[in-house]
């Protein structure tokens, strides 16, 4: 995680001198010491590892011989590794792997759910039947 600045605030007390002035130095030190940590965040790049409560995870899978027809879903499951409760799971890549890593092109949805520490993919739209695929998540 990036580190936060260690001034939260400055107070009037802390840049004005006995006789009312100002202290340019001391503001200007607190001005800066707060741009440099903030500086040095955004120049490494704000990322959901370093930054976001977040999980991602690769999943493999075969759909069934009735999963257009029926829509029938054989469900996968993988274990919560992120420190709070998942509020949404996204799609990032989803690939054939029956047919030499073919990229799906017709839009992909899927629908989630929470069941105790794991996260159950219930359906996953959009596939052709008895296919493999290999798909990564991102849980929020």
Known sequence: M????????????????????????????????????????????ITYDNNIDSQTAELTFKTSSLYTSAKQFNKVTFLIAMGGKPIGCEILNIVDVSTNHQIITDPVSLAWSVNKQSIVIDFVAGLKDSTSYKMTVRLT
């Open 2 to 45: 990036a580190q936060l600045p260690q001034i939260r605030r400055i107070y009037t007390e802390d840049v004005i001198n006995s006789d009312g002035t100002i202290n340019s130095e001391r503001l200007l030190y607190s001005i800066n010491l707060f741009i440099e940590n903030t500086y040095n965040i955004l120049d490494r790049g």
